[in-house]
């Protein structure tokens, strides 16, 4: 009764971080590619009152049709739901919150419910701190990011899988092959684990009327995601070939050394912000189990959950050498993130283990002290904000920059900015007035630049602006980790 009860100490724990992020996030604006995949889609169906299931092409903005493009190969389930909550509540930033929010509780249950059913022996309440306090976990529900409904849809398939639940399959399958393209490659290595061990490792003998009967939870989010692309298709044509698309990301590395340059950040990103410390203690519990005399046998079960994460780690490193998507945030690898945790636990029950409980908190707090690694980074190192606490004090910031603006009269309209700043602003905050920044590459065109850590400029941009005889700047606004500074154009002085 004592085991039961700490494990539900601990699911409430976890329940009141994520509150609490949720309550601090309320009125932050859209952030990272959020303003794409969740705001500028949700406007566009919002006040089209969903006139159309596609998005307009990147040809009509290019032809000034329209501001919004959607990406084709990203199914618009999160504007396209935004949107519809919007029509009922009311536009507002607290609706994108409270939604993720409520997504996140859905995540936080099924983890816990998994987590039973693989250790029901261990304190698997405690266990759940570990994926769920990860970093990438606790930023994406912080900025409302679709990638807690990719995150939820894809343990929720694995809870239902393992426990038999059919409907709930069913459910969590099409959210999860509609949220994003990412969502449409998990949801093909889930299928992957399905069929491994409720089919291969059953020993059952099945016909393939049999097979497609199993497989009849999958049906409906095959289906309509099949049927979205097909639509696309007949439409727009392919993705990469529709006029306006630009986009080099999907051609193979320019040189071997660019290839390592890939390999390299692939290998940081999976073991950034103290995922590292996870990685070490897993690679010593294998030597441990090698070593061991008496070994217990994983079950099915297990062997079907190492495959999975296995299938995973080979699926994006086959994108890193085949193409130059090396730099793919740490959200992209949230599946992986969850999984190691999954895999780590599984070798620690083989191992035998003794104060298991002291080696969790402390892998806990170092994933915890993660979201400051990047103070240990220089000003022109590309990180990524969107996974990390740390970015909490742009939002601050860049309130502040613009009240310095408006008081001092500098036009936004005589104004670039970087990632997170440029743009229609009413897409970031939903504010009704207009106010539009130029992008970065604009630097020689504008007046002035607003130059902040969190957007990644290139080292060029970077060099231009310190440079004094171009560039002097009025303000800068210093907070935590993060600054937004505003530069005004020597010439123009």
């Known amino acids: 009764m004592n085991v039961l009860k700490n494990n539900y100490f601990y699911l409430f724990v976890v329940i009141a971080v994520y509150a609490a992020i949720t309550v601090m996030s309320l009125n932050k604006c859209y ?52 949107a519809g909550l919007w029509k009922i509540f009311g536009r507002s930033l607290h609706v994108s919150h409270i939604f993720i929010f409520c997504c996140s509780l859905i995540l936080i249950f099924n983890t816990f419910k998994l987590f039973s059913k693989l250790f029901p022996n261990k304190p698997y309440g405690l266990f759940i701190l570990l994926p769920l306090l990860d970093s990438s976990f606790l930023t994406q529900s912080a900025v409302a990011s679709p990638d807690i409904i990719l995150a939820t849809a894809f343990v929720t398939c694995l809870r239902a899988i393992v426990d038999d639940k059919k409907m709930l399959l069913s459910v969590a399958y ?5 949220v994003n393209a990412r969502g449409f490659f998990a949801g093909v290595l889930v299928f992957a684990f399905f069929v491994l061990y409720k089919i291969i490792y059953s020993k059952e003998k099945l016909t393939v009327k049999q097979f497609l009967k199993k497989s009849l939870p999958f049906l409906p989010g095959i289906v309509l995601l099949f049927s979205f692309f097909a639509y696309y298709f007949s439409q727009r044509g392919w993705f990469f070939s529709e006029p306006g698309f630009q986009s080099n990301h999907y051609e193979r590395p320019e040189s071997f050394g660019h290839l390592m340059k890939n390999i390299a950040v692939y290998i940081f990103v999976l073991t950034e912000n103290g995922r590292i410390l996870i990685w070490l203690f897993l690679a010593l519990l294998i030597f441990m189990f090698k070593r061991s005399r008496v070994k217990t046998a994983f079950t099915d079960c297990e062997k079907s959950f190492i495959f999975l994460f296995s299938s995973f780690l080979l699926m994006y490193f086959l994108l890193v050498i085949l193409t130059q998507m090396g730099g793919i945030g740490p959200r992209y690898h949230i599946p992986s993130y969850f999984l190691l945790t999954v895999v780590f636990f599984i070798l620690l029950d083989k191992v035998k283990i003794k104060q298991m409980r002291s080696y969790v908190f402390l892998l806990v707090f170092f994933l915890l002290v993660g979201n ?22 742009f939002y601050e910031l860049r ?26 602003q009413r897409y970031i905050d939903l504010k009704s007035e207009y106010r539009y920044i130029e992008v970065a590459e604009k630097i020689a065109e504008k007046e002035y630049f607003i130059y902040s850590n969190i957007s990644n400029l290139s080292d060029e941009i970077i060099d231009e602006l310190h440079d004094t005889s171009k560039w002097i700047m009025l303000k800068d606004f210093r907070k935590g980790a993060v600054f937004i500074a505003i530069y005004a154009s020597q010439s123009e002085l």
């Open 31 to 82: 952030f990272w590619d959020n303003i794409q995949q969740t705001s500028k889609e949700a406007n566009w169906y919002y006040d089209t009152d969903f006139s159309g299931l596609l998005l307009p092409s990147f040809s009509d903005v290019a032809e000034g049709k329209s501001d919004v493009a959607g990406t084709g190969y990203h199914p618009p389930l999160t504007g396209f739901i935004t």
């Open 174 to 178: 099409i959210f999860l092959c509609l």
């Open 372 to 393: 400051f690694s990047v103070y240990l980074f220089s000003e022109k190192r590309a990180k990524a904000w969107d996974t990390t606490l740390a970015h909490f004090p």
């Open 399 to 424: 309130e502040k920059c613009f009240e310095y603006m408006e008081a001092n009269n500098i036009p936004y309209e005589k104004t670039a900015g970087g990632f997170c700043i440029y743009g229609n």
